[in-house]
């Protein structure tokens, strides 16, 4: 069965950095295009970044504005955001997300198939 099991949040002030891990396992990881999501507190999911499978090329919400980063290992069957400049407003639970099937893309969370756990990320002003 796919498992998706984040890791690297925690607290952090604002302008501080964090790096998210999502291991995998469970899916031919280097067919699936791989991203981020978040929620934050009494508001709807919203897609943070994503990176795709054959090209590693990567796309990402505006308001990320070059502060974050999504990267990943196809050795290692993991997927990572580094998150730089961190806001009060990033703080959230963060997911890992995948496809239901290789190939596909992501733009909502009504296209994801696979979802972590998620990971809290705190940032303090």
């Known amino acids: 069965q796919v498992q998706l099991v984040e890791s690297g949040g925690g607290l952090v002030q604002a302008g501080g950095s964090l790096r998210l891990s999502c291991a995998t396992s469970?899916?031919?990881?280097?067919?699936?295009?791989m991203g981020w999501f978040r929620q934050a507190p009494g508001k709807e999911r919203e897609f943070v970044a994503r990176i795709s499978w054959s090209t590693s090329s990567t796309y990402y919400a505006g308001f990320v504005k070059g502060r974050f980063t999504i990267s990943r290992d196809n050795a290692k069957n993991t997927v990572y955001l580094q998150m730089n400049s961190l806001k009060p407003e990033d703080t959230a639970v963060y997911y890992c997300?995948?496809?239901?099937?290789?190939?596909?893309?992501?733009?909502?969370?009504?296209?994801?198939?696979?979802w972590g756990q998620g990971t809290q990320v705190t940032v303090s002003s």
């Open positions: 469970g899916l031919t990881f280097s067919r699936y295009t």
């Open positions: 997300a995948a496809p239901r099937t290789w190939g596909q893309t992501m733009v909502v969370p009504a296209d994801v198939g696979y």
